[in-house]
């Protein structure tokens, strides 16, 4: 009886329609979608990237053309077309859902932003009506097709839940063996794609098209989750940890090469350098548990001490280290303040480091400020900073001038980018080496159970300290290339909050939203919360009120962050997982009952 | 009084430890000696200061007065170090590490055992992946031997109850200790869950691992146990073997309470009956009223 009700429930999908048609009328949606592509949806070329042209789509008009057709080719899946099958090992419904989702929201976000800034929608041609009506007719048709998780008995009541578990998708089918050669040629192929994604979301010429772009691969992103393919990815690049981390180093290195501006190839640089940055606080949050609000300071003080031997003219030492002096000095002076800060905290146990790290970074802007000559001895200028700092020479090799490689030009950010991706190299291996030792399982033993943990032999203190200057000097090895290539170092730029990216606040971001105690998901936040506030300069004034409502979202919606640590992924979502317990109902609550105590 | 002196044999010698918290004297003047190859019990009832001395034991307290010696060497008030030295636990309320997986956890008992350090671990020296290897190699015994093996890649927290106080012990015997401290192993366990920690225990003890138990079961412990000390009040009542403290009028008085002072049995009876229908007459009284 209660089977029977639940198959009622799932099978009855949001919008009545037989399924087979429902399939059809997405399939011919999807179609008409990507014909309207095809033809002008505007008269007039103010709208930016010029959608007058007939029978040939640019700009927006790209973005709903790859939506439709991943909605096409999803739905050929669907049907079971020989050869698509590998597309939808997970779920078929549901990434079809969010594909009609990612098609009318680009090309209906398209219509509304040609309406809203040409005045009317009588600015829109035929185009744009036969684009919106068939992304629409398939957004409709994809919410009549049944779901593909069993429904629940609380299915019924609620329709935001009810929408959310149509678009949940079952676990994938176990994957058919294939040869190392075709894994590798995939892992090679997703980095690639992905290497393209990211250039074109950084490439962005006008902030409508960042906005598709967003739109676009939000939704396909979650398609892709839904479908099972990241799955089958993620289990593939396990597979072959060491391809995967070449392919992406090396898809890393292409990406200043595919830049033709300077402007681009310096927020690739600058993204890097927060990334990097937010990867060292991983070891320091995400590991070791320890909450450090200053860690912004760290960057700081390896910046400074870089710029201060930098041979800069108005660097109160005057004196002119090689890089390779300058890069030791920076690490080195951030591990002595990681010392000294930690040294003294660490043997408290709560929220003592947390409150001490909050005031270290605030002193550390202050006394950058005081140290003018005028309220104290004359080393760092005060507010106005040190400025000129001169390029890094690597070997001879000018980092502040353009080079010609293989007919590329590489300007300045292109060349910072570069040295910055060999210090993130650096800091990955760290991360992964010490996560995956002794040390590292001490780590994460003190931040679970630090009585148990010091029970088991681990002494507290030291296992912390290491942590806290080992995330130190990960800052200021980041901090030395950081002062270069800004070529300014002021103490502004190392505030708790601030608009600009690294600022303490947006690295703990960094890591939360990524996923704590990953290698891959600071990296990714860093990326995603840089490059939204640099490509959508309106939101400018408001950004720290929008940061802080995706950062809500985000943690109502996915706890673990966008990267989940396996062991965050088991601890957020109990149910559905394969790693539950064989045991009857009656012993599981008094185990985690005890267990809690 | 044999049991008071230090042998070769000696494992763990505890002499005048007395712990306070201010006013309040939670352990006063407690001797305690644990040979080689013995099961020590350690009963009394709540409060009676049982888990407050095994935290002296291990560090985690300092205690106020008195001294522990493990095999002729004084403990240094460091949980760290006391592991270190050769003293393992486990806890009462169970502490595993719940998001590490089941092997991770034995491993981090591992911890003094093994000493590759940051450096090691950065640059891969040659002895690190050797010393990795031995290390999950003993964990994996260890899991062997408590039964525990095919879950290894589990998460602890998604344990069953019995078999996390089994991994906990699993933990602790990682870290190659020669004494083994156990904080009721067998809290919340069914009869047959009892039996098969016995049978652990007793293993554990054919490794040549001293064991003291804490343990309110008293069938459990007077199987298992080679002598008993009995905690009153922060107090050593007795020490004996199990048929000697079994059989100490102070202990069941601790437990159960001292009979009536005078004269007890029909009269007292009477005494009580007579009460009774006193009362019962008053209510009836109330009720008409």
């Known amino acids: 009886m209660t089977t029977n009700t639940t198959h009622r429930d799932s099978g009855t999908p949001l919008i009545p329609l037989p399924t087979s048609l429902a399939r059809h009328t997405v399939t011919a949606g999807a179609a008409i979608a990507l014909i309207g592509t095809f033809m002008a949806w505007t008269w007039t070329s103010d709208f930016p990237g010029d959608l007058t042209v007939d029978g040939y789509p640019g700009g927006l008009q790209l973005l709903t053309l790859t939506a439709a057709a991943l909605t096409l080719l999803f739905a050929l899946s669907a049907y079971g077309v020989q050869g698509l099958r590998w597309l939808t090992p997970a779920g078929t419904n549901a990434p079809l859902r969010l594909l009609a989702l990612a098609t009318f929201g680009t090309t209906g976000y398209t219509l509304g932003a040609i309406s809203d800034e040409l005045g009317g929608i009588v600015n829109l041609e035929p185009g744009a009506y036969v684009s919106g009506i068939g992304a629409l007719i398939a957004l409709i048709a994809a919410f009549a097709l049944p779901g593909d998780t069993p429904g629940t008995d609380t299915t019924g009541d609620n329709p935001w839940r009810r929408i959310r578990h149509t678009l949940a998708a079952p676990s994938a089918r176990p994957a058919q063996p294939i040869p190392d050669w075709a894994g590798i040629l995939v892992i090679v192929a997703a980095f690639a794609i992905g290497l393209y994604v990211f250039a074109y979301g950084i490439d962005t010429a006008y902030t409508e098209l960042f906005i598709g772009f967003l739109i676009t691969a939000g939704f396909t992103f979650a398609a892709l989750t839904q479908a099972g393919l990241l799955t089958r990815l993620s289990a593939l690049t396990a597979q072959h940890r060491t391809v995967t981390l070449s392919a992406a180093f090396v898809a890393a290195i292409c990406f200043p090469f595919t830049q033709s501006s300077d402007e681009y190839a310096l927020i690739g640089a600058n993204i890097l350098i927060f990334a990097t940055v937010a990867l060292g606080l991983n070891v320091v949050v995400g590991l070791a548990g320890l909450l450090d609000l200053g860690y912004v300071a760290f960057l700081g003080v390896g910046a400074y001490a870089a710029a201060l031997v930098s041979g800069a003219s108005t660097s109160s030492l005057g004196v002119h280290f090689p890089f390779w002096a300058a890069i030791l000095v920076g690490a080195g002076a951030s591990l002595v303040f990681g010392v000294l800060i930690g040294a003294p905290t660490l043997r408290l146990r709560g929220d003592y480091l947390a409150i001490v790290t909050l005031g270290f970074g605030e002193i550390f802007r202050i006394t950058m400020n005081n140290l003018n000559g005028n309220s104290g001895p004359n080393v760092t200028n005060g507010s106005r900073g040190i400025p000129a700092i001169p390029d890094i020479t690597i070997f001879g090799w000018d980092l502040g001038i353009s080079h010609d490689i293989a007919g590329f030009t590489l300007g300045k950010p292109g060349n910072y980018y570069l040295l910055m991706l060999v210090i993130t190299l650096v800091v990955v291996t760290v991360f992964r080496r010490s996560a995956d030792s002794r040390i590292g399982r001490a780590w994460v033993a003190i931040r679970e159970d630090e009585t148990a943990a010091t029970a088991m032999g681990i002494n507290g203190f030291r296992v912390k300290l290491i942590a806290f200057a080992l995330g130190a000097t990960l800052a200021g090895l980041a901090g030395t290339v950081q002062g270069h290539l800004t070529s300014t170092v002021t103490p502004e730029q190392y505030q708790f909050a601030g608009s600009v990216p690294p600022n303490s606040a947006f690295l703990l971001a960094a890591v939360i939203l990524g996923g704590m105690g990953t290698m891959s998901g600071p990296l990714i936040g860093a990326a995603l919360l840089y490059l939204i506030p640099a490509k959508l300069q309106f939101m400018q004034d408001y950004q720290l009120l929008l940061f802080g409502v995706a950062l809500i979202v985000l943690m109502r919606l996915r706890p673990e962050g966008i990267i989940a640590d396996r062991r965050k992924k088991l601890e957020f979502h109990e149910t559905g997982q394969l790693d539950t317990p064989e045991t009857s109902l009656t012993d599981t609550p008094v185990g985690v009952t005890k267990a809690g105590a | ?289």
Request: glycine share 8%; aromatic share 6%.
């Open chain 2, 1 to 289: 009084m044999t049991s008071m002196t230090t042998t070769p044999n000696t494992v763990l010698h505890a002499s005048g430890v007395t712990m306070r918290f201010g006013g309040l004297t939670a352990v006063r003047n407690v001797d305690l000696t644990v040979n080689s190859g013995e099961i020590i019990g350690l009963i009394g009832p709540n409060g009676a200061g049982k888990t407050t001395f095994f935290n002296c034991l291990t560090g985690l307290y300092v205690p106020t007065e008195g001294k522990v010696t493990y095999k002729g060497t004084v403990l240094p008030p460091k949980p760290h170090l006391v592991t270190q030295a050769g003293v393992a636990r486990t806890f009462q309320n169970i502490r595993l590490f719940p998001n590490m997986t089941v092997l991770e956890n034995v491993l981090v008992g591992r911890h003094t055992r093994t000493k590759e350090g940051l450096w090691s671990a950065l640059l891969r020296l040659p002895g690190f992946k050797k010393a990795e290897n031995a290390s999950r190699e003993r964990a994996m015994e260890l899991l062997e031997f408590t039964g525990l093996a095919d879950k290894a890649d589990h998460l602890s927290r998604n344990l069953p109850y019995g078999e996390q106080r089994k991994l906990e012990i699993a933990r602790a015997l990682a870290s190659e200790p020669g004494l083994l401290l156990l904080d009721e192993p067998t809290a919340g366990m069914n009869p047959q869950e009892t039996r098969a920690a016995e049978e652990l225990i007793f293993a554990i003890r054919d490794q040549g691992i001293a064991v003291l138990v804490i343990e309110h079961d008293m069938r459990f412990i007077m199987n298992l146990c080679d002598r008993v000390s009995v905690l009153v009040q922060g107090e050593k009542l007795v020490e004996g073997t199990p048929d000697i403290v079994q059989a100490d009028e102070r202990v069941i008085a601790a437990y159960l309470g001292t009979p009536f002072e005078g004269a007890p049995g029909d009269e007292e009876l009477a005494e009580v009956e007579a009460a009774e229908t006193a009362q019962s007459t008053t209510s009836t009284e109330g009720d008409t009223q």
